[in-house]
């Protein structure tokens, strides 16, 4: 799936996190990025609170979008149990 290729802006859905090698269940939305490089999409993904505090000292994390590629992301912040992210080439 080549995310600039959609016809609509955003993408939402339920996904996989992946996190230094573990795999949890999350919901994302992103608003796909008009450049694309090295940023495809910002927005969020929401999961549990435990999920989302063990992002802080995460090194490695990557989300299996539902029906399509897998990107790495960068955490931004957040609270509770949703995380600001952006997707990101490679």
Known sequence: ????????DDLIGEGTIIIDGRNE????WLTVSPEGDP???EGSI?????LIRSLTNA????????DGP??????E???GEEQWVKALTG
């Open 77 to 79: 912040g957040g609270s």
């Open 25 to 28: 269940r999350v919901s994302y």
């Open 39 to 41: 940023v495809l999409a």
């Open 46 to 50: 929401s999961g549990s609170e435990r």
């Open 59 to 66: 090194r490695n994390v990557k989300l299996a979008l539902g």
């Open 1 to 8: 799936m080549d995310v600039h290729d959609e016809t609509t």
């Open 70 to 75: 897998v990107v790495t992301l960068e955490c």
